[in-house]
């Protein structure tokens, strides 16, 4: 069965601290993972996308890694700030065009 | 903002109305895909509309009915639905269905959040 499970479910930071949201997924075969940052209140939007053969990305404070032969992914936020409060959802697809979202990991960033 | 619009923004109702809830995308996509979000639950897909043909459903009940005039507009009927279908539904995008790959991104619309009394 095609899972996503992201942890931890919620996670409260101090603004300016640096964290470290975890997935790992049992979909196969695989085609790539997306982690998505939704605000409360509106729609996901797309922070990184990997294939198989990347190891890790970046858009700007946000680093994503790819383990595919542990099937793990790491989402890391450095310097966080008050805006990265938000949910932020792994979702994977597999060769069959599926998709397959985690439960997400909800962030509270104080200041 | 994304190229993905959504009214109404909130929607309440009773369980023997019928409203319907409507999606634009302005980014030239031929897919578009409705999703469910409930409280914490991942999120469920609905729907998926490829060059406006339906291509998935996802076993939802006959009380939710989509409607895909044109590439560009989805929509979403609603008629007698009970409380639990109180959530947030979501519309989505992408450039095409059925070819993996990073250009197959999907583009989120901001929701609608619909409460069922």
Redesign the interface.
């Known amino acids: 069965k095609n899972q996503v499970e992201q942890s931890p479910q919620s996670l409260i930071i101090l603004e300016g601290k640096n964290c470290t949201l975890q997935c790992n997924y049992t979909v196969s075969p695989f085609s790539n993972l997306r982690w998505y940052k939704q605000d409360t209140g509106r729609g996901p939007v797309s922070l990184t996308i990997m294939t198989f053969s990347e190891n890790t990305k970046s858009n700007g404070r946000y680093t994503a890694t790819l383990d595919a032969d542990t099937k793990q992914s790491s989402l890391h936020i450095t310097a966080s700030q008050l805006s990265d409060s938000a949910s932020y959802i792994c979702v994977v697809l597999n060769a069959g065009n599926m998709l397959t979202f985690g439960g997400g990991t909800r962030l509270m960033v104080k200041p | 903002e994304?190229g993905?619009t959504?009214t109404p923004r909130h929607l309440v109702m009773g369980m023997t109305n019928k409203k319907s809830l409507k999606c634009e995308q302005h980014l030239g996509h031929n897919a578009m895909y409705w999703y469910k979000q409930s409280a914490?639950?991942?999120?469920?897909?609905m729907f998926v509309y490829s060059l406006e043909e339906r291509v998935e459903n996802n076993s939802v009940p006959s009380r939710f009915s989509p409607e895909c005039p044109n590439s560009s507009h989805l929509f979403l009927h609603l008629h007698t639905l009970q409380p639990e279908d109180s959530a947030?539904y979501?519309?989505?995008s992408s450039r095409d269905?059925?070819?993996?790959?990073?250009y197959?991104?999907?583009?989120?619309?901001?929701?609608t959040?619909l409460t069922v009394l």
């Open positions: 994304t993905v959504q914490k639950k991942p999120l469920e897909l947030l979501l519309c989505a269905f059925g070819l993996a790959g990073t197959n991104e999907q583009f989120f619309g901001p929701g959040r």
